[in-house]
């Protein structure tokens, strides 16, 4: 499996290009804003084909090039229903400061030609690669994760978390859709129960592994303990 990545825009969010090797179709995950020229030089460099691009959550830092990228390459554009309509309408997922930093700004918004959703423990076949899809809303109500084999004796799977799980983090509840205890709930069933030789692809920051994580990560130590919902501290990360 070859994977590139890259941090794109002011928020630094990392876009993800995954293909069985160099020379054939790929999947794009996550393409924010002024991703889309990273993504055409990792197609030029390694002569891919993007047949799908696959969205952890709705929110502008990780959709914003979602269209031009869809459009430029007749991909399928794969995103939560719960988050669809930020595709369409980014600035109802979007803080007060973001939302200030892009006013006066011309930008239109538009689904791409062919939108396809995703639900809780989806298998995809794209680009003769196999995706889970976790349904892990908190960060966004449509928020999911993407699983995927990985050949290799010490790595079972990749996971790219989006929002969801950073090295030593977990996303912010407080955005218009998010909820911290439903956060909880999800790192609690859907990544505390994972391998622990998983490596994580997350949307902002280094990679990790669920194993670096659980021994960790305070938020996910905390959950260990059986601490009650609401009861581990908040952090904000992304938008």
């Known amino acids: 499996m070859f994977i590139a990545g890259f941090p794109a825009g002011p928020w630094g969010t990392n876009c993800y290009v995954a293909a069985t090797a160099a020379g054939s179709e790929c999947v794009v995950i996550d393409p924010g804003k002024d ?48 988050d669809r309509h930020l595709l369409t309408d980014p600035m109802a997922g979007m803080s007060r400061e973001t939302t200030q930093m892009l006013l ?28 889970t899809v976790d349904h892990t809303p908190g960060h966004t109500e449509g928020s999911v994760t993407f699983r995927s084999p990985y050949a290799r004796d010490d790595v079972s799977e990749v996971m790219f978390s989006g929002d969801l799980l950073f090295a030593g983090s977990i996303g912010r509840t407080d955005l218009p859709g998010g909820d911290h205890p439903t956060m909880l709930r999800s790192l609690r069933d859907k990544v505390l129960t994972l391998r622990d030789d998983i490596v994580v692809l997350p949307g902002h920051g280094e990679q990790t592994s669920i194993g670096r994580e659980r021994a960790t990560n305070p938020f996910l130590l905390e959950l260990q303990t059986d601490a009650p919902d609401g009861a581990v501290g908040r952090v904000t990360r992304g938008l």
């Open 104 to 131: 006066g700004g011309n930008y239109e918004w538009a689904e791409p030609d062919d939108v396809q959703e995703l639900a809780d423990a989806q298998s995809l076949e794209l680009a003769g690669l196999t995706f």
């Open 35 to 82: 991703s889309a020229e990273g993504v055409a030089e990792v197609v030029r460099e390694h002569r891919l084909k993007p047949v799908a691009v696959l969205v952890t959550h709705g929110h502008v830092d990780h959709m914003w090039c979602v269209a031009p990228v869809a459009g430029t390459y007749d991909a399928t554009a794969w995103i939560h229903p719960a």
